[in-house]
């Protein structure tokens, strides 16, 4: 791990400052730091590991968007919540495109594609794990492509572009950004959710917090940064939608990771008082944020 990082690649400012010191809770128990850029407020996770490492943080069978599986409590939840969230994507998306073509980049095993599959929409995936993208591939037929296949697919073919808690995980936003903007149709449309720094839970739980999932998530976005990211690569932001049940999850993950007991009712209580303040402002846990060119 290496690459100090002195200067935002949000607005280029160099004013970085150390704001939190925490853990890969999740998997491996080492330490990172948050940097913050105290012009934009976005966040990075310091020292980034080198491309060759990340794989093994992604190595559990506990990382959910790459498996199946549906044993345990936390499990089953995620499983029950992702369900409940196709249903409310595919009612956004439609909003704006009500057929077409859609690419969606970090597909996981592929479930929101079988989704729009069954609607009659022509779909196609991105998916950097094996074991993930085999799954969508042989359980739904999709068609699902590596990440480095990504520059090569066909310009100005895809109606919607969709990223779900993937921005995060992508060493170069700015060039993944530049690359899909390229793959759009004119007036086609890209939805990106990506967790939110500075909501409530947020900044309750601190260096806890269950959506910092450092080192996995390289980048810490607010509503105000991505505004921003947006601005830097000649986007529109349109739209910026709540992702109201991930504050749910998210706390119940923080919980378990504080070791307390009565981790579901104290996540429930704190998901919904997190819900509660960001309805005043529009600064939920999770957020979608909808890009025009």
């Known amino acids: 791990m290496?690459?100090?990082?002195?200067?935002?690649?949000?607005?280029?400012?160099?004013?970085?400052?150390?704001?939190?010191?925490?853990?890969?809770?999740?998997?491996?128990?080492?330490?990172?730091?948050?940097l913050t850029c105290s012009e934009c407020s976005f966040a990075m996770t310091y020292p980034i590991p080198e491309p060759s490492d990340l794989p093994k943080y992604y190595q559990s069978e506990n990382y959910l968007s790459h498996t199946a599986a549906k044993k345990g409590a936390i499990n089953s939840l995620y499983q029950i919540l992702r369900?409940?969230?196709?249903?409310?994507?595919y009612k956004l998306v439609s909003k704006y495109k009500s057929?077409?073509?859609?690419?969606?980049?970090?597909?996981?095993?592929g479930e929101l594609l079988n989704y729009f599959s069954?609607?009659?929409?022509?779909?196609?995936?991105?998916?950097?794990?094996?074991?993930?993208?085999?799954?969508?591939?042989?359980?739904?037929?999709?068609?699902?492509?590596?990440?480095?296949?990504?520059?090569?697919?066909?310009?100005?073919?895809?109606?919607?572009?969709?990223?779900?808690?993937?921005?995060?995980?992508?060493?170069d936003f700015n060039l993944r950004l530049s690359q899909i903007k390229k793959l759009l149709k004119p007036n086609g449309t890209i939805f990106i959710a990506v967790p939110n720094i500075n909501s409530p839970d947020a900044k309750y739980y601190g260096k806890y917090w269950a959506a910092l999932d450092v080192p996995r998530h390289l980048h810490h976005f607010s509503s105000k940064s991505i505004k921003e990211v947006a601005k830097r690569n000649e986007l529109n932001l349109v739209e910026m939608v709540p992702m109201k049940m991930d504050a749910y999850y998210v706390s119940l993950l923080s919980e378990k990771y504080l070791q307390n007991k009565l981790i579901f009712f104290r996540a429930i209580y704190q998901g919904l008082k997190s819900n509660f303040l960001a309805s005043k402002t529009n600064n939920y846990s999770s957020m979608i944020f909808v890009l025009k060119t």
């Open 118 to 171: 069954n609607k009659n929409w022509q779909v196609q995936g991105i998916e950097p794990n094996l074991e993930a993208r085999n799954f969508a591939i042989k359980q739904y037929k999709l068609e699902i492509f590596p990440e480095e296949k990504l520059p090569n697919l066909t310009a100005k073919k895809f109606d919607i572009i969709t990223m779900w808690h993937v921005l995060e995980h992508v060493p």
């Open 2 to 34: 290496n690459q100090k990082i002195t200067q935002c690649p949000v607005c280029s400012s160099n004013k970085i400052i150390r704001t939190i010191s925490t853990q890969d809770y999740f998997l491996t128990n080492e330490t990172f730091d948050i």
């Open 83 to 89: 369900n409940i969230n196709l249903k409310r994507k």
């Open 99 to 109: 057929n077409g073509q859609i690419l969606d980049i970090g597909c996981g095993t």
